[in-house]
């Protein structure tokens, strides 16, 4: 086996594209990563890439953008000997990681090796279900309008992704100036849609992470007053249905394993499982690292 540190994300996909798109909607977050990382090579001030192949065939997949959670892939079933070479990597590197996300297995096994390795402690943060829709039950739209955010709606949409980051666990102290900042510069991309029932915007959503056959549904938010109306599933079918007639094939999107209500609300809307995902926080030494954005899961 071989590792390569990759200095650039053309190499990187050389090794990798072919793979990650086998299953494009399971690996819509490395792609989304790299898809940013190609179009806009300031957007990250750090990156780490790198591969491990045995032979011509690809072990494993790595990409890191600090202060985020280290992102790993692999289409085998064991691949202890690649994250090996991986950890080994980041360790003489002298790279920390604030924790790792990627499937199921692979995720824990990246963890435990990384553990083995480093005075630290591993915690579960979230268990995640990937899931992809080619086709919207319409049935699940209500009365309303979706729309794209603009300007008029900055305090909405970054007060519904400052109570978003609270609500999901992401972060439990977020920065709200940091929150407006992001979404006043995100507005004008008009990836951000709103739900208006009546006049009066209730729930908001988000297009993220494109890839060459399918986009995300992201940043789904329905201010706590307003909830249990079928607002988000009214947002999130029409989001995905536009999504849809813009060309793309399929939607994806993350869920949270412990809300069975939004798992549930997102199969009626024709979204059917295609694998699981745990997110792990790192705990290095005593030092407990701060409970960190994965801001590519919003992005």
Known sequence: MKLNKHRNI?????????????????????LGICNTIKNNPDYYSDVYLATVKQGEELAIAAVMTPPNKLVVYSNREECDDAIEL??????????????VIGPKELSKRTCDIWSKYNDC?????????????????????????????????????????????????????????????????????KTIFLWEDAGKVVSMAAKA?????????ALVHTPKELRKRGYATSCVAA??????????????LFTD?????????????????????DSY???????????LIQIELLE
Not at 264 to 274: A, E, L, N, Q, R
């Open 10 to 30: 053309d190499t990187f996909l050389e090794e990798t594209l072919k793979y990650l798109e086998q299953s494009e909607a399971l690996n819509n977050l490395m």
């Open 86 to 99: 991986l950890v080994g990597d980041l360790r003489n590197r002298n790279i920390d990681i604030p924790g």
């Open 121 to 189: 402690k591993v915690k579960l943060e979230m268990n995640m279900r990937v899931y992809e829709l080619r086709e919207v039950n319409k049935n699940t739209i209500g009365e309303g309008i979706l729309r794209p955010a603009d300007e008029e709606d900055l305090e909405f949409v970054a007060q519904g992704r400052y109570d978003f980051e609270i609500d999901t666990g992401l972060n439990a102290s977020p920065d709200k100036e940091k929150c407006y900042e992001v979404v006043r510069n995100r507005l004008p991309e």
């Open 209 to 217: 992470r494109p890839t060459q056959n399918g986009a995300t549904v």
């Open 239 to 252: 989001l995905s249905q536009h999504l849809l007639d813009s060309g793309y094939k399929f939607c994806s």
């Open 257 to 277: 394993l412990a809300n069975p209500t939004s798992n549930s609300i997102y199969m009626k809307i024709g979204y059917k499982p295609v694998g699981d995902y």
């Open 281 to 291: 926080i790192i705990e290095k030494g005593e030092i407990t690292i701060t409970k």
